[in-house]
T-cell receptor
Framework: TQLLEQSPQFLSIQEGENLTVYCNSS?????LQWYRQEPGEGPVLLVT?????EVKKLKRLTFQFGDARKDSSLHITAAQPGDTGLYLC??????????FGDGTTLTVKP | GAVVSQHPSRVICKSGTSVKIECRSL??????MFWYRQFPKQSLMLMAT?????????EQGVEKDKFLINHASLTLSTLTVTSAHPEDSSFYIC???????????FGQGTRLTVV
């Protein structure tokens, strides 16, 4: 069983602060996804990273895939209350099965 | 992005009854659909993977006779929770993908409450 550990599990910050969420595994993944989930809704895909060392930017969000394709990070610059939600990473194997991390609950206070 | 619709979004049932949840891909043909279970403030736990026209593959610890999955067409998969008990109360989410290595799109989830 491939495990993905996310940290921190909970994060509460003030508007305007920066934050980083980490997703670590001992397994190699063919790709890794980051999702954001609102209460009572399904996850929404933010980004997919495929290549080791890859960096992708989505407005104030920066995603990085580790060189060995075992870990990833999500950095949010100048967080806003609208960024509040559950952030999930998911690693996909060559067989097409995804394993989800434990999730990071982010609260951005105005 | 593609749309995956789950129905119902919320359901309350009595203990001992069965509940069926539908997952439909509205604008693409899904060769594979996944069913997840999520407890409050926790991550998604994969229950089973279903490929159209074949039996679902269940994850370890998931009772296949309790959680019946049918993927009879390329746009519809159903999850039936049989003889539901209060501990089955949870948020059930499906996702669907057209092919391996293509994006999986998630439904909006179904909140099941067993009383």
């Amino acid at each position: 069983t491939q495990l993905l550990e996310q940290s921190p599990q909970f994060l509460s910050i003030q508007e305007g602060e920066n934050l980083t969420v980490y997703c670590n595994s001992s397994s190699v993944f063919s790709s890794l996804q980051w999702y954001r989930q609102e209460p009572g809704e399904g996850p929404v895909l933010l980004v997919t990273v495929v290549t080791g060392g890859e960096v992708k930017k989505l407005k104030r969000l920066t995603f990085q895939f580790g060189d060995a394709r075992k870990d990833s990070s999500l950095h949010i610059t100048a967080a806003q209350p609208g960024d509040t939600g559950l952030y999930l990473c998911a690693g996909e194997t060559n067989a097409g099965k995804s394993t989800f991390g434990d999730g990071t609950t982010l609260t951005v206070k105005p | 992005g593609a749309v995956v619709s789950q129905h119902p979004s919320r359901v309350i049932c009595k203990s001992g009854t069965s509940v069926k949840i539908e997952c439909r891909s509205l604008d693409f043909q899904a060769t594979t659909m996944f069913w997840y279970r999520q407890f409050p403030k926790q991550s998604l736990m994969l229950m089973a993977t279903s490929n159209e026209g074949s039996k679902a593959t269940y994850e370890q610890g998931v009772e296949k006779d309790k959680f019946l999955i049918n993927h009879a067409s390329l746009t519809l998969s159903t999850l039936t929770v049989t003889s539901a008990h209060p501990e089955d109360s949870s948020f059930y989410i499906c996702s669907a993908r057209a092919h391996v290595n293509t994006e999986a799109f998630f439904g909006q989830g179904t909140r099941l409450t067993v009383v």
